[in-house]
């Protein structure tokens, strides 16, 4: 059975995409906790991180690194924290949140609101910083 992120990336369900390549795509999380807060998922549906094989892994976080470097200058800030989860959606993610004190990256915070507009602004500007490197 297909998750609401496979879905997504069969163009199903809408998302504010980054960018994606082959094997990996990233969108704009739509409760996020800061501007740019980021999904990374991999377009192969597993539901664990641990149990992607080895090459994927490594590619994975390699292609979730790219987005952050993106984020950072997109939305300039001390560090893009970085959180893997996994438990309310049974398909391997990785969060990317900029971070300026340590309390950003909590999931107990409000989550942010922004209109479609602003989600398209946020995406089209991580992408942007992406194609400079």
Do not use: W
Request: net charge negative; with cysteine; proline share 5%.
């Amino acid at each position: 059975m297909d998750t609401v992120f496979t879905k997504i990336i069969k163009g199903e369900i809408p998302s504010y995409k980054v960018t994606e390549d082959k094997n990996f795509y990233a969108f704009l999380d739509i409760n996020p906790l800061k501007k740019g807060h980021t999904l990374v998922i991999p377009k192969k549906q597993v539901d664990y991180v641990f149990d992607l094989d080895d090459e994927l892994y490594k590619d994975f976080f390699l292609f979730a690194k790219r987005v952050a470097k993106a984020i950072k200058k997109a939305y300039p800030c001390v560090k893009v924290g970085m959180a893997v989860i996994g438990l309310e959606v049974p398909h391997a993610h990785i969060h990317l949140v900029p971070m300026d004190e340590m309390g950003d990256l909590q999931f107990s915070n409000p989550k942010l609101q922004f209109t479609k507009e602003e989600f398209l602004e946020i995406a089209s500007n991580i992408a942007s910083a992406m194609e400079i490197e």
